[in-house]
Every structure is written in structure tokens, then in C-alpha cells.
């Protein structure tokens, strides 16, 4: 990654640096910064070349690539524009679905971004949980967080799921994981008590209920 800044440092104007440099950004989650560099790609073939880039096929690579992976972009973005109404009027199953089909986009173009590739998976959870498939949500929470292993959204997220799929004892684990990387969560001392009450009714003998029992007041109601 290092030495894909460098050229694109010493060479800012050419069209294959920018596209280096713009796959490294989004590798970090600079996004903006990323879309700017692809822009600067898409510079129109018979435009001069400068700073080293003499030879034209790497130019026209260079741009054919970034115009691929801009398009994927606003291809998502409409996507994650249906997904996000969708949930708005509680069709939660096929918000989930329009999610994946977001993500397909990403995953098909724009790969190198596996911040918006773990931000998908973690809003196809939450409407895979308010579907009423804890479970299936859980599974897209561990996508999420195979990418962004610290992603605070995703570990709480999967607490929630795990404790309202009757799985406290796990989610007593998501929840000492998210508070090992972000202490100062909302609410997070209340759900990890909670999850733990869950588990004290198991190892007594009582099943779970699913969510463990009645939040705490003024805990979450969504994740």
C-alpha cells in the first residue's frame, strides 16, 4: 500500500497512480477521498498524458477501470436508497435483500472497499433481526465483522441478535468484545447485564427467553 501512495505521490496527475491511490483509500475507509481519486482516472483517453504515464494502454486501463468501479458505486448507492425506504415501511425481509444486491454491486466492482462491503452486511442484520431471524443475522453480523474485526456496530449488533436468539452466553461474549474495543457505548454495561441474567436463568435450569427477558429501561430498542 505503501508504495501505491509513493508513485501516486510522485506521479499525481497520471491516471494509473490515481487509481492506485484511490484503491489504497478505500482499503483505509476514505471513501471521498477515494471517489476523488477516480475521478481524477477518468480522465478522457486522448487527454495529455503527463508525468511518466507514456504509454497508452496503461492510461485507458487505468480509466476503464475507474469508470467500472465509480459505476458500481452508484449502483449500491441506489440500492442502499431502496433498502433504506424499504425499512422505513417495515418490509424488513426485502430490505435485507436489497442490501445483498448493494453488496453484490460493491463486491463485483468495488472489492478494495471493505468498510461499505461490512457497513452492508451489519444493515442487512438489522433487518434480518427485525424479520424475526436472529439467527441469519447473527451470520451477516460475523461477515461484517470478518472485515472490520473492531466494527463497533457489528459486535453490538450481534450481542443483541445472539441474546434474542436465546443464545446469552455468546452474547455475554459479543458484548465483552465490543466493550474491550468501545467501553463508553450506549447502554452497553445494561445489555452485557442483561445478557448475563439471561444466562443465570439457563444455568438455573429456566429457558432462555428469546431477548432475554424486559430490557433494562432506557436500554436500545434497535440495533
Excluded at 481519486?37 to 511518466?52: E, F, I, K, Q, S
Excluded at 462491503?117 to 433487518?127: F, G, I, P, S
Amino acid at each position: 500500500m505503501s508504495a501505491a501512495l509513493d508513485l501516486a505521490d510522485a506521479h499525481p496527475h497520471a491516471r494509473a497512480a490515481a487509481l492506485a491511490r484511490a484503491r489504497c483509500l478505500l482499503r483505509v475507509g476514505q471513501r471521498a477521498e477515494a471517489e476523488a481519486c477516480l475521478r481524477l482516472a477518468t480522465t478522457p483517453a486522448d487527454a495529455p498524458l503527463t508525468d511518466g504515464e507514456a504509454i497508452e494502454t496503461d492510461a485507458q486501463w487505468a480509466r476503464e477501470l475507474a469508470l467500472t468501479m465509480l459505476r458500481a458505486m452508484r449502483a449500491a448507492e441506489r440500492r442502499q436508497e431502496q433498502a433504506a425506504e424499504l425499512y422505513e415501511r417495515g418490509h424488513f425481509a426485502k430490505a435485507a435483500l436489497a442490501y445483498g444486491e448493494a453488496l453484490a454491486c460493491i463486491e463485483a466492482g468495488v472489492r478494495d472497499d471493505r468498510h461499505c462491503r461490512a457497513a452492508l452486511h451489519a444493515n442487512a442484520a438489522a433487518c434480518l433481526r427485525r424479520a424475526g431471524e436472529p439467527d441469519e443475522a447473527v451470520l451477516a453480523c460475523d461477515r461484517a465483522l470478518a472485515l472490520l474485526p473492531r466494527f463497533c456496530r457489528a459486535l453490538f449488533r450481534r450481542g443483541v441478535c445472539l441474546l434474542e436468539a436465546a443464545r446469552p452466553a455468546e452474547a455475554v461474549g459479543a458484548f465483552e468484545a465490543l466493550y474491550r474495543v468501545e467501553r463508553s457505548w450506549p447502554r452497553l454495561q445494561d445489555w452485557l447485564l442483561r445478557a448475563h441474567a439471561a444466562q443465570r436463568r439457563v444455568d438455573g435450569g429456566g429457558a432462555a427467553a428469546p431477548g432475554g427477558g424486559r430490557a433494562p429501561r432506557g436500554a436500545p430498542t434497535s440495533a
